[in-house]
């Protein structure tokens, strides 16, 4: 085989040369890599096809994706490969193929590192919801530079994982390719209930840091919610009574927080009518989980992430100089329904 | 010695062994002859099969001599297994 066949097969077919424990061994690694790298910059893998930004969470959530989506897919293909293949397999190439596979995750993560791709994906959320479009066009060119090279990107991990496929259990054309993509598509279902089971559990038993690691790295100031030694001017201390008011349905309590704008743009009924929809969309609101703070152009910015029985909000509220709320707004960073605008 | 045809270059029917030769004393033997089912296989097939006995037919050793993954080697002695049954049974049609 000459120098470029060669790197052809590695780039589209690294299985003929590696599988086994091999491949395993370096597809751990990668898709720990994509995982610590992905919680830099906030990108989460969730689900088996799923690229999707800006949700904090704790460092162990990045590598619980990446290992149930990799053990979701080889654990489908695997029974797809004994129901179809006419030779016997080790499971041990299929897993350590199909953890190989997922290697370009890595490189999806180290391009959306760019805080302006973050940024643009939250602003453009956020906005979306307010039906008004003020967007900074620096950070939309790189938004939509990340998210076209994101796409041909998930399309070769998708090769790789047929590849895997293909090779690990000896299966060809279109019974094979049928087979990949119903397996596929099984998986990714599966991969969604396993993440939503493993958020529930981990309200249980696990209680998520207060401290989010992704903002810690986006180099925003975190506070807990509980603290003890807050001062009444404390603004993140503010932002979160101010969620507790809106959980104690205290609608009354809440616009009176609210400067002259607010309180003409959002009166008691109108606030309890969203925070009502919001409850039915997301299930009960459960807790706090943190807060963190922001500044930007003189406005302090609070986010209290919420933890609601089916999703993780966060709640973003804005404080004009006199403390006052000057802006209110909610957006889903962990649910199956709403995703943030993002490639994948 | 030129390589040793296997099938018809003109109906691509299996060929038969019409003919042998006796490099030492040059007696010609004349008969109808089956080819051996090996000797059915494609040239870069047979060596395979003959490297894989040289190496007491561990795939393992053959992943090391051939420069490639476990399933590359099975799939390959996969593949060598199908044609010899594909062969076998054209065989047994035709009688």
Same mark, same amino acid.
């Given at each position: 085989m000459n120098k470029q066949n060669k790197t052809i097969t590695l780039l589209f077919n690294p299985f003929f040369y590696i599988?086994?424990?091999?491949?395993?061994?370096?597809g751990l690694a990668a898709i720990l890599l994509a995982a610590l790298v992905g919680s830099w910059g906030r990108t989460h893998f969730?689900?088996?096809?799923?690229?999707?930004?800006?949700a904090p969470a704790p460092l162990w959530f990045f590598f619980a994706e990446g290992m149930i989506d990799w053990l979701c897919l080889g654990a489908v293909l695997w029974v797809c490969g004994k129901i179809i293949s006419q030779t016997a397999f080790r499971a041990?190439?299929?897993?350590? *193929?199909?953890? &190989?596979?997922? +290697?370009p995750a890595l490189c999806i993560s180290l391009i959306a590192l760019p805080k302006a791709f973050q940024r643009f994906g939250n602003e453009l959320l956020v906005q979306l919801q307010q039906g008004?479009?003020?967007l900074d066009t620096a950070d939309?060119?790189?938004?939509?530079?990340?998210?076209?090279? *994101?796409?041909? &990107?998930?399309? +070769?991990?998708?090769a790789l994982m047929y590849r895997s496929f293909s090779v690990s259990c000896n299966v060809k054309g279109g019974k094979a390719i049928g087979t990949f993509v119903?397996?596929?598509?099984?998986a990714e279902v599966l991969s969604k209930l396993a993440l939503v089971m493993v958020m529930q559990h981990a309200n249980v038993q696990t209680p998520i840091p207060a401290k989010p690691v992704a903002s810690a790295a986006a180099g925003v100031q975190s506070v807990p919610v509980d603290s003890s030694t807050n001062a009444d001017g404390d603004i993140a201390v503010v932002g979160a009574r101010f969620v507790d008011l809106m959980a104690k349905e205290d609608f009354a309590g809440a616009v009176a927080r609210f400067n002259s704008t607010m309180k003409n743009a959002l009166p008691e009924p109108k606030l309890r009518e969203a925070w009502q929809s919001v409850q039915s969309q997301a299930s009960p609101f459960q807790k706090q989980l943190g807060t963190r703070l922001e500044e930007k152009e003189g406005y302090k910015i609070v986010f209290v992430t919420c933890h609601f029985e089916r999703a993780v909000l966060d709640t973003k509220i804005v404080f004009d100089s006199k403390m006052q709320v000057a802006h209110f707004s909610s957006r889903c960073l962990l649910c199956l329904s709403a995703q943030s605008p993002a490639p994948g | 010695m030129k390589r040793l045809p296997v099938s018809c270059p003109s109906c691509g029917g299996n060929l038969a062994v019409r003919r042998l030769f006796c490099e030492k004393c040059g007696t010609e033997v004349e008969g109808l002859y089956s080819l051996p089912p090996l000797a059915g296989l494609a040239p870069d097939d047979q060596e395979f099969i003959l490297e894989f006995i040289k190496a007491s037919g561990s795939l393992k050793d053959m992943t090391r001599f051939l420069g490639v993954s476990y399933p590359t080697v099975r799939n390959r002695l996969d593949d060598i297994i199908r044609k010899l049954r594909q062969n076998e049974s054209k065989s047994k049609e035709k009688k």
């Open positions: 599988a086994g424990v091999q491949a395993l061994g370096l969730d689900g088996v096809l799923d690229t999707h930004v800006g041990v190439d299929l897993l350590g *193929t199909q953890a &190989l596979a997922r +290697w008004q479009f003020h939309a060119i790189v938004f939509f530079i990340i998210v076209i090279a *994101t796409i041909p &990107l998930l399309c +070769w991990m998708v119903v397996g596929l598509l099984i | -």
